[in-house]
Each structure stands twice: as C-alpha cells, then as structure tokens.
C-alpha cells in the first residue's frame, strides 16, 4: 500500500473508514487500472461495452425509446470505461463523469481528452451527488455500487438527477452466487500457478518477482475491503424501485465465460509480465467472446443468480 503516496497514518485510518480505504485505493488503481483490466477504447473495448449497455437496456427499454441519449453522466466513472466507449459507439453525446476518487477523475479527464473531446469531471459520493434536480437523460455505472455503502440511497439520487422519463442503466456488478465461485476459481489458480512457476523447470521465464506478488497480495486485500456488495438479481431490483424508479428490470452475463475468464486472469498476474504473448491475449480474448455467446444461449433457461454479471436498469417516474 505504499504506492498509494497515503500516509501510514491514512492507510491504518482506512481500515475503519470505508469511505478513505474507497478514496486511497483507487486512486492507486487510477495509475494502472486500464492496463490491469485491459481496457482501452478501441474497437474491441467499445463493442464489449455497447453489448453490455444494450443487453442490460433491452430489459425494459421501451418503444418509443430513442438513441443517442443526450447528456449523460457516469457514476464511479473510473477512468471513464463505459462512458467513453458509449460515446464511441455513437449512444450518448454530453459526457459528464463522478468518482470519490480523484485520481480516478483525473484519469478519466484524461481518456476524454486523447480522444479528442471534453468532458466534466467532478469529485463525488454517489449518496450525495452534487448536480441539480432533472439534470441528466441518461445515469450509467459499471462495476461501481458493489463499493457505495449504502446502495438504495444512491439509487434515489440517481432518479432525483435524471429529468422525468430518464433512465439508468448499471451494468457488470457481481451476483452473490457468482462471486463466490469466482473467489473460489482466482484464489486455486493464484495458489497453483505462483507454486508452478517457481520449480526449477519454470522459474527463469515463468516466476513473477516476489515484490510484485506482494503487491498484488496487498491490492487483493484492500480490494476486500472496499468491495462491499454482492447482489441477487431480484433484490436488486427490489431497491431500484424503492428508491423510486420505474420499469425496472435486469440482466445477467457471463456464466461459463467466468468460469474461464477469472483462472485466465488469475494466472495473468500470477506469472512474469513478459512471460505471456500476442497470442496468449489472443487465445484469452477469442475464449471470453465464445464463451458470452453460450451465454446468451444459456439465458434463456438458466436462473439469473447463477451467472456472475448482473446489471439494473430503470427510468424515473413521467410527473
């Protein structure tokens, strides 16, 4: 945790106050966290997220819906993932982006502008947030209120800053069943793969440095920290509503495709960086694809909480 630039008396602080262990630690992350989740926005990253935001909005999009929306804002933007790549793929026009985290902010800001347009940026609790009623056609979030607290009071801030008619759509947070399973497979795969890779055989080309494995040892367990939330599909949208939205509904991904695509990421961190090629990206990125195809398939008869993703989406009341 020294690389967070935290004192140590932030980083012992952190440990009973969410809100600072939330702060400190992306703000770490905002130094590598498009290269750790592989992010970019691109072709590939922008197909991914307009699939997502699609699959999730089809939930109860209606009729009469149109795209693009108009101006959006992102919550616990991150580095600007999804809305970004919204913006690419051509369904939303006004970006404004929030985070807790400054770094993150910043970060995203950042993105924007190397992409050549501007967007606002402002530091902010998703409990708390500050823009004006009726403000926004559009709120998305992506794998950001499994960290918020209190999820049904950020919930009602979002209908209160979307304009009558708007909506949300939050997708990639973890079901309660999939994260399980996923905790499981990555902590297998990290234990074999960090022991294989140090025998005689492996060890030149395969060991990760012991710094680095420590490293991730402490973002791992920071991460359980701020990671707050799993969610159940149903009641997940029970809060939508009572926070006061409308045509809520939900949509889940990746069951199979996670399954494979947390033991392929595990086994990333867990061996040396160069160790892995174009090919190895190539092999990891093709299996994940096919894999959300079985997927798709598969939800139509597999039950919701079954898979790892879940994403909610809901418009706010027509006065």
């Not at 991914?48 to 959006?72: C, I, K, N, Q, W």
């Not at 950001?144 to 009602?156: C, G, K, N, S």
């Not at 990333?268 to 997927?295: C, I, N, P, Q, T």
């Amino acid at each position: 945790m020294v690389t967070t630039g935290a004192s140590a008396e932030e980083v012992e602080q952190a440990w009973a106050d969410n809100k600072l262990a939330q702060v400190l630690y992306h703000d770490w992350e905002a130094q590598t966290y498009d290269e750790k989740w592989s992010i970019s926005f691109d072709e590939r990253c922008t197909t991914v997220v307009r699939d997502r935001f699609m699959h999730v909005l089809e939930a109860t999009r209606r009729p009469d819906e149109s795209l693009p929306y108009g101006r959006v804002l992102e919550l616990g933007a991150g580095t600007g993932f999804f809305a970004l790549n919204l913006k690419l793929a051509g369904l939303v026009d006004e970006v404004h982006v929030s985070d807790l985290s400054p770094g993150m902010v910043e970060a995203a800001k950042a993105n924007a502008q190397r992409l050549g347009f501007e967007i606002d940026g402002r530091v902010a609790d998703a409990e708390h947030l500050p823009y004006e009623d009726d403000s926004f056609d559009l709120v998305v979030g992506h794998a950001v209120i499994h960290h918020i607290p209190d999820v049904e009071a950020a919930l009602r801030e979002v209908v209160r800053v979307l304009r009558p008619g708007g909506r949300f759509v939050i997708a990639g947070e973890p079901t309660t069943i999939g994260h399980w399973y996923a905790r499981h497979i990555s902590r297998a795969t990290w234990e074999t793969a960090t022991r294989v890779s140090r025998l005689p055989p492996f060890r030149s080309k395969w060991a990760r440095e012991q710094a680095e494995l420590d490293e991730s040892s402490r973002a791992a367990a920071l991460e359980a920290v701020v990671d707050l939330h799993t969610f159940d599909p149903a009641e997940l949208a029970a809060k939508a509503r009572r926070a006061g939205a409308d045509h809520v509904g939900t949509a889940t991904e990746e069951l199979t495709a996670a399954f494979a695509g947390w033991p392929i990421r595990t086994f990333e961190y867990a061996v040396a960086e160069d160790a892995l090629g174009f090919g190895w990206a190539k092999f990891a990125y093709g299996s994940w694809r096919r894999l959300m195809r079985v997927d798709a398939v598969l939800g139509r008869v597999v039950p919701q909480r079954f898979f790892y993703n879940v994403g909610v989406t809901g418009t706010k009341p027509l006065r």
